[in-house]
């Protein structure tokens, strides 16, 4: 389990008595000591934090202070990230799906922009004319990881086949598009090392017909447990064979230990399981449901005793569960719950199904709390509705 600093554990049980239950709440001091991990395992990489993983301005501003650019997947997340006062330079804009729409949105600041297939390449061509690109190789690695992350496989919908890689940039160059190099992202939450030293490989061997680049943007995906020393070299030497300069999409291994949700016990009740009641669930933290992650509990209040529980939220869905079988002093009512390793696609991937309001986000300096985001009102639920 990964112990919080205690200073933030004393902070969130005090939290409770000053805001609204649920909410999410983060530690900077932890972010910020991941921003120096990474840097120091890989200092020549140019670092572009992907805020899909936790989207904040006020974590995206302090960010940026630390030197990173962001990593974007859709117009609105470019626009946020200009909005944090990030630099059109320094934002990159992933993805399979770039619409018309999105394209002539940004024709007055274009970011630098990753090209996911031929037609994308076409359509930045024509509306976003001369755009700096990179052309992003799918890699074809059956990738250890949950089916539904590993981006990297050859029938996954991302990128393009290395065979197809020479014929495209030569197509890009021909629009008048300014190719700056490739890119390569294999999945998230990879823990082996191996995953990694095979994808630099594919790229390796497209060298002799590729030549060249100024970028080699080696992606994201970095497990929490994942040994970064174990891939310094081998990127080290893929770098100095293009003659290129690193650029990584870090998030969840900046963001993820750094964040945790509260939510209170409501009740408890027993079917053929012993269940808590919970005032959270899958609404607001939906891994546990789409990808049957685990998120270690910590409560925060005292008592005497362990008995087994199922955690459910108030959803009507019977996969509404955020963790099964957890030991746990037996709490009263309105007792609170820490739900570990959530700060990263936690609150940025809560839903309002069910009108659920997105929760309360707090930022903890060191010092004390910031309010990154406020609880969503009840009104916005049908804001904008006839
Ligand atoms: N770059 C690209 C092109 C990506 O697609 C992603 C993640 C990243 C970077 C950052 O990956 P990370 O370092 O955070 O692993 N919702 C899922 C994770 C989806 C990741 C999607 N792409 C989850 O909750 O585990």
């Known amino acids: 389990m990964s112990a919080l600093n205690p200073g933030f554990l004393q902070a969130l049980k005090e939290a409770l008595a000053l805001y609204p239950t649920p909410f999410y709440a983060y530690d900077?001091?932890?972010?910020?000591e991941g921003?120096?991990?990474?840097?120091?395992?890989?200092?020549?990489?140019?670092?572009?934090?992907?805020?899909?993983?936790?989207?904040?301005?006020?974590?995206?501003?302090?960010l940026r202070a630390l030197g990173l650019g962001a990593e974007a997947v859709s117009l609105g997340e470019v626009l946020r990230a200009y909005r944090a006062g990030?630099?059109?330079?320094?934002?990159?804009?992933?993805g399979p799906v770039k619409t018309e729409e999105a394209l002539k949105?940004?024709?007055?600041?274009?970011?630098?922009?990753?090209?996911?297939?031929e037609g994308d390449l076409?359509?930045?061509?024509?509306?976003?004319?001369?755009?700096?690109?990179?052309?992003?190789?799918?890699?074809?690695?059956?990738?250890?990881?949950?089916?539904?992350l590993a981006t990297g496989r050859g029938e996954s919908q991302f990128g393009v086949l290395p065979e197809e890689v020479p014929r495209l940039l030569a197509l890009a160059r021909e629009r008048g598009l300014r190719v700056l190099g490739l890119h390569l992202h294999l999945g998230s939450k990879l823990e082996d090392p191996r995953d990694f030293l095979e994808g630099y490989r594919v790229l390796e061997g497209l060298f002799p017909e590729v030549g060249p680049v100024e970028v080699l943007d080696l992606g994201g995906g970095f497990g929490l447990g994942l040994d970064l020393k174990a891939l310094r070299e081998a990127m080290e030497a893929l770098a100095r064979?293009?003659?290129?300069?690193?650029?990584l999409e870090p998030g969840r291994y900046l963001v993820a230990q750094a964040g945790v949700l509260v939510a209170r016990v409501v009740g408890w009740k027993r079917t053929r399981r012993n269940y808590l009641l919970l005032?959270?669930?899958?609404?607001?933290?939906?891994?546990?449901?789409?990808?049957?992650?685990?998120?270690?509990?910590?409560?925060?209040?005292e008592g005497e005793g362990e008995e087994v529980y199922d955690l459910a939220g108030p959803a009507c869905e019977a996969g509404d569960v955020l963790a099964r079988g957890v030991a746990l002093?037996?709490?009263?009512?309105?007792?609170a719950l820490a739900f570990l390793e959530a700060g990263a696609y936690g609150a940025s991937m809560a839903l309002s199904y069910l009108d659920t309001p997105r929760p309360l986000e707090l930022l903890w300096t060191g010092e004390g709390f910031e309010v990154l985001r406020r609880r969503e009102p009840l009104e916005a639920l049908w804001e904008g509705e006839a």
């Open 28 to 32: 900077w001091t932890r972010v910020r």
């Open 329 to 335: 002093p037996p709490p009263k009512e309105g007792d």
């Open 86 to 94: 990030f630099l059109p330079e320094e934002v990159l804009w992933n």
């Open 241 to 247: 064979l293009y003659g290129a300069e690193v650029f």
């Open 35 to 62: 921003v120096e991990r990474l840097k120091r395992a890989f200092p020549k990489a140019r670092l572009f934090y992907a805020l899909k993983a936790n989207p904040r301005l006020g974590l995206l501003r302090r």
């Open 122 to 148: 076409l359509r930045v061509a024509r509306l976003l004319p001369g755009a700096k690109v990179l052309l992003r190789v799918n890699p074809d690695l059956p990738v250890a990881t949950h089916p539904h």
């Open 279 to 301: 005032e959270a669930g899958m609404t607001t933290l939906l891994r546990p449901a789409l990808y049957g992650a685990f998120h270690p509990v910590l409560p925060l209040y």
């Open 105 to 117: 949105a940004l024709q007055a600041s274009p970011p630098l922009v990753v090209l996911d297939s």
